[in-house]
C-alpha cells in the first residue's frame, strides 16, 4: 500500500530533550516536506526536500534540523524543544516535477514538549 | 496579504443542502490547485485537483477564476458525512500554500 508513515503518533518529552520523528515514504517520491499545524494558523511548512540531500528552510525552520540521506526517509529532529515547540506535525510527499502531483500525508505526530 | 485565504466560517448546514466556498490566492504566477479535506487533527486527504475548465467528482464541484483569483468548492447534497474541515493548496513551482481552512458543519 502507497504510503507515508509517520513514528511515533503521540510522543510527550521535557524541555530541552533531544527528539527525532521519523518518516518514511514507500512511493519513490522526490519531494517531502514537514509542517506543524496550529489552531488558527493552518499548516506550516517547517522544511522541505526536493530530492536526496538537498533540505531547505521553509516558514517556521527556527528550533528544527532534517536531513534527507536516503529517498524514502526524512526524519525532523529537535534539538533542544521547547514548549512553543508543542504542535501537531505532518510529513508529506510528492514527485516532484509534475505541477498536479498532490501532496500525500502521514499520519501525524501530536507532540507535547513540557 | 496571506498568500492563499480562506473564510473560516463555519457554515452549518442541513443535511441535502448545497454549501459553496472560496479560497483566493495572491499569486498570479500559481499553477497548481488543490482541495484537501481534514477531519478532526487527523491529516489531511486529496478530495480533488482542481482544473482551469472546472471538474466535478460526485456531489463536489471545484471552479478555478484565474482573472479573479480565487478557486471555489461546491458540495451538493450535503451529507452528515461531510463536517470536515475543507483546506486549499496552491502551488507555484516546487511551493505549497494552504489555507487556514473552511469548516463544515452538517446538521440531521
Known amino acids: 500500500e502507497a504510503q507515508v508513515t509517520q513514528n511515533p503518533r503521540y510522543l510527550i518529552t521535557v524541555t530541552g530533550k533531544k527528539l527525532t520523528v521519523t518518516c518514511s515514504q514507500n512511493?519513490?517520491?522526490?519531494?517531502m516536506s514537514w509542517y506543524r499545524q496550529d489552531p488558527g494558523l493552518g499548516l506550516r511548512q517547517i522544511y522541505y526536500s526536493m530530492n536526496v540531500e538537498v533540505t531547505d528552510k521553509g516558514d517556521v525552520p527556527e528550533g528544527y534540523k532534517v536531513s534527507r540521506k536516503e529517498k524514502r526517509n526524512f526524519p525532523l529532529i529537535l534539538e533542544s524543544p521547547s514548549p512553543n515547540q508543542t504542535s501537531l506535525y505532518f510529513c508529506?510527499?510528492?514527485?516532484?516535477?509534475?505541477?498536479?502531483?498532490?501532496?500525500?500525508f502521514g499520519n501525524g505526530t501530536r507532540l507535547t514538549v513540557t | 496579504r496571506k498568500e492563499v485565504e480562506q473564510d473560516p466560517g463555519p457554515f452549518n448546514v442541513p443535511e441535502g443542502a448545497t454549501v459553496a466556498f472560496n479560497c483566493t490566492y495572491s499569486n498570479s504566477a500559481s499553477q497548481s490547485f488543490f482541495w484537501y479535506r481534514q477531519d478532526c487533527r487527523k491529516e489531511p486527504k486529496l478530495l480533488m485537483s482542481?482544473?482551469?475548465s472546472g471538474n466535478e467528482d460526485g456531489r463536489f464541484t471545484a471552479q478555478l477564476n484565474r482573472a479573479s483569483q480565487y478557486i471555489s468548492l461546491l458540495i451538493r447534497d450535503s451529507k452528515l458525512s461531510d463536517s470536515a474541515t475543507y483546506l486549499c493548496?496552491?502551488?507555484?513551482?516546487?511551493?505549497?500554500?494552504f489555507g487556514a481552512g473552511t469548516t463544515v458543519t452538517v446538521r440531521a
Open positions: 508529506a510527499s510528492r514527485f516532484q516535477g509534475q505541477g498536479y502531483s498532490p501532496l500525500h
Open positions: 482542481v482544473y482551469s
Open positions: 493548496v496552491v502551488t507555484v513551482d516546487y511551493k505549497l500554500s
Open positions: 512511493m519513490n517520491h522526490e519531494y
